[in-house]
């Protein structure tokens, strides 16, 4: 065997599963189970984004998800992938998802301790033109007895008990985290194992980089203009970098630092990002990997994402996270 070969076989000898870390470091079977599901639905969902020019999945499904954003053909795909998934695997109880209405009741004879909300294809208004997309989660153990219900995930964020994304781009990153730091394991897809990668920090000298919809500037408050206007002045200003796939700009606020936001607005007083599914599992990544995720100003008070009280399962917040150094100049400017 060539000296290459020998120490390429070495080093897969040492190559740490996803499956295999999250056994020995939670020692939760059911938890097991539940990420073994979730990561077979976005192997699948990486797949059928590779596929989506030769198996016609680009395009429209023709329909309106649950929170009024058009459903493209990748949308439904995606959604089935997951359900489908997450309810055989026997360990949920309730799933909330971006494209469905209600909350889906597993039967009883499938039913187990978690609750989980996703948004199964992120991102996806830009698939058509080749944009990285991703999968976000959030997970709950059930607070509830008898039948599941709305009760067991309508909860703050603190009480989560994993949460993550999978990112479909040049490579395929998922990252999650129980509590405990973030992890990162990336698709080794001669193997099909998401494979560790490491923990993942955000730099103690971050990028000065600011991303956000700076298409809506004249609708935001006059703080969030203020702190985009500062992001920009001085000798030094600020790159901009905004991908719109809420799942990539996260992803590299993580690696590389800087703040991405999308706050309230004159045309949604919430902001346009969901708490369960978007808000919440990004907010614990970036507190877990050293960084702040806050609201801005949201119902007459700045705070914490993580202390939001949802509403209804697709309720709505702001949302600016990022490096303690840039959250901390644009939150100065309520004061």
């Known amino acids: 065997?060539?000296?290459?070969?020998?120490?390429?076989?070495?080093?897969?000898?040492?190559?740490?599963?996803l499956s295999s870390f999250i056994m020995s470091e939670t020692k939760d079977l059911e938890m097991t189970i539940l990420m073994n599901a979730v990561q077979l639905s976005c192997k699948l969902i990486a797949r059928a984004c590779r596929k989506a020019g030769v198996a016609s999945l680009y395009g429209l499904a023709g329909t309106e998800n649950a929170s009024g954003d058009d459903v493209k053909?990748?949308?439904?795909?995606?959604?089935?992938?997951?359900?489908?998934?997450?309810?055989?695997?026997?360990?949920?109880?309730?799933?909330v998802s971006e494209e469905e209405e209600d909350p889906i009741v597993v039967p009883a004879n499938k039913r187990g301790k978690y609750c989980v909300a996703f948004d199964p294809l992120d991102g996806s208004s830009n698939i058509d033109c080749n944009v990285s997309t991703g999968t976000i989660f959030s997970v709950y153990a059930r607070s509830t007895a008898g039948e599941p219900s709305i009760a067991d995930i309508l909860r703050p964020g603190t009480e989560m008990v994993a949460a993550g994304y999978c990112m479909y781009g040049s490579a395929t990153d998922f990252v999650v985290?129980?509590?405990?730091?973030?992890?990162?394991?990336?698709?080794?897809?001669?193997?099909?194992e998401f494979c560790y990668f490491?923990?993942?920090?955000?730099?103690?000298?971050?990028?000065?980089?600011?991303?956000?919809?700076?298409?809506?500037?004249?609708?935001?408050?006059?703080?969030?203009?203020e702190a985009t206007d500062a992001f920009k002045a001085g000798p030094k200003p600020y790159s901009a970098?905004?991908?719109?796939?809420?799942v990539s700009d996260v992803h590299r606020t993580l690696l590389y630092g800087g703040v991405f936001y999308y706050p309230a607005?004159?045309?949604?007083?919430?902001?346009?990002?969901?708490v369960l599914y978007e808000?919440?599992?990004?907010?614990?990544?970036?507190?877990?990997?050293?960084?702040?995720?806050?609201?801005?100003?949201?119902?007459?008070?700045?705070?914490?994402?993580?202390?939001?009280?949802?509403?209804?399962?697709?309720?709505?917040?702001?949302?600016?996270?990022?490096?303690?150094?840039?959250?901390?100049?644009?939150?100065s400017k309520y004061n």
């Open 1 to 17: 065997m060539a000296a290459m070969d020998v120490e390429n076989v070495e080093k897969d000898v040492d190559k740490r599963t």
């Open 73 to 95: 053909k990748l949308d439904v795909l995606s959604n089935e992938i997951m359900v489908n998934a997450l309810t055989n695997s026997c360990v949920c109880a309730l799933l």
């Open 177 to 192: 985290s129980f509590g405990d730091g973030v992890h990162r394991f990336t698709l080794d897809d001669s193997v099909g």
């Open 198 to 225: 490491g923990q993942l920090k955000i730099p103690e000298k971050p990028k000065t980089i600011y991303s956000c919809n700076e298409g809506n500037y004249s609708l935001w408050d006059k703080e969030i203009q």
């Open 241 to 246: 970098r905004y991908v719109g796939s809420m």
């Open 265 to 274: 607005d004159k045309k949604s007083a919430k902001g346009k990002l969901r």
């Open 279 to 331: 808000g919440y599992p990004m907010a614990l990544l970036t507190e877990q990997a050293g960084g702040v995720a806050s609201t801005g100003r949201f119902r007459g008070k700045v705070g914490r994402i993580m202390d939001v009280v949802p509403e209804n399962i697709h309720d709505r917040c702001p949302i600016i996270m990022g490096c303690p150094r840039d959250v901390a100049m644009i939150l």
